[in-house]
């Protein structure tokens, strides 16, 4: 072995890494494209996909409507034979067992079947919160059916089903029959509100009558309903004078009751251990109750205050309507609490709570306060218009009719919906593209002073690596002189 000299060794290692020097590819990469480029490369590409997509809307609009009026005829045919056949079994069971049930069956006269499934899905509601109780809740917490608890959730049950029933089926009112509703020429002097822009009293042309102070025309029902609150697809009927009450108490007595299990079975699964199956149905139960008692306490505050104001949803709404113009909405009705409340749930205050009586008056003329005796109120039913101001033939009600339904369907047909679609599609990818070259510019931004940084600080580093060597070079030096 020879020892080699210290000058030799740089010179070899310096050979040793040319020759394991890495081989670099001679090919050369792509240009970087810009981001305006590359986003319309990405537009080009995804053109065909949006064309064809397109079409596919286009062609499952066309298909799809002729599927759902097939679905509209064989509904309506299913409806109308369950109809016959529950005339006819009623009819029947009448025939044989004495009992005069033609009031409570459902004839041609009737409403049809499809406008009863709310009231079928309200009742399916009421029967699974109170399986609920009597068979998942009572079992579980080892309550008896003549228990304190079972028996107050029994009541308010009970007075839960009376008001709705006492809502569906009481008539709301209308106007009465009377030859002094009927002739155009000369309204009653009961009637005090005007139509909005002019000083006559509200006509109704589809019922040829006078419409009593806050009456409306109910267009599901078909004619002028008194002291109109709303329709209620809910209930099969609409809320008006003589059922508001009702209405009100079944909103009142479906909140307690609701709350009432949804607290129970809550303190239930807090403070006991159940087996798998009942603990799934009471989270059920508890799921069920939350979400009604989130939809009906609101709705049921809201009608509180206004029985407390006594009004009515089409007044609330009407106090809104009002232009920048006119005079801010004085409601005349507003007597006082306790006789608005009595307005609406009866002169005694001992039945108020119970689905019986009826509200003060004759559902025509209102008690007001202290103000002028023609009061404007606004009312832009088509149906208010006095026929001796609007004159026209049947042709110009059908063109009427005709250019509402324009302007509520806002589509023709298939073809004008996928234009629409296709014109909006291409908005999207633009304000897409314009969103891509920003965020592009500003990762931009943010990488180059990310890398400013990495440069500076490394400098830094470097600066005080060389400080540091110096430092101690003079320190080294300083030690050999000494």
Known sequence: KTLVPLEDQPQVLA???DIMAPILSKERLPPKMRPEDAAKVVAQKARPFLDSFLKLVEVSIQTGGVVVDEAKLAASHFGSLVDKCMHGSAKLLQALCCIDLDKFTRGPEKPALQSQLPVIFVLGLLAMLYSAFVFAYMPAAGLSLNSPESLLFHAFVFLTLASFAQAARTDPGSVPCGPEWRDPNRPPRCVHEQKRFSDEARWCRK????KPDRAHFCRAMGRVVLRMDHHCPWLGNTV????????????AYTNIACGMLGLNVLDLLV??????????LLIGTEALTFLLSSILVPFFLFHSWLVIRNMTTIEFCASFARGPDEKPYDNPYDVGIYRNVCAVLGSSPLV???PVGGPVGDGISFPRKGIPEHYVLSDEDPEAAHPASEEGSDADSVEVKQESMCNFFVWVDAAE????????????????????????????????RRVRRRRKGSLDVQEKVESGSDSAKSEGEAFLCV
């Open 240 to 251: 008006g004078w003589a059922n508001h009450k009702y209405f009100y108490l079944f909103l």
């Open 207 to 210: 019922s040829q009558a006078f």
């Open 352 to 354: 108020w709570w119970a």
């Open 271 to 280: 403070h006991a251990t159940l087996p798998a199956l009942t603990t799934f």
């Open 417 to 448: 919906f996928t234009d629409d679609l296709k014109v909006g599609c291409e908005v999207i990818l633009e304000s897409a593209e314009d969103a891509a070259l920003t965020a592009w510019r500003i990762l931009s931004e943010c990488r180059g």
């Open 15 to 17: 050979d040793n890494s």
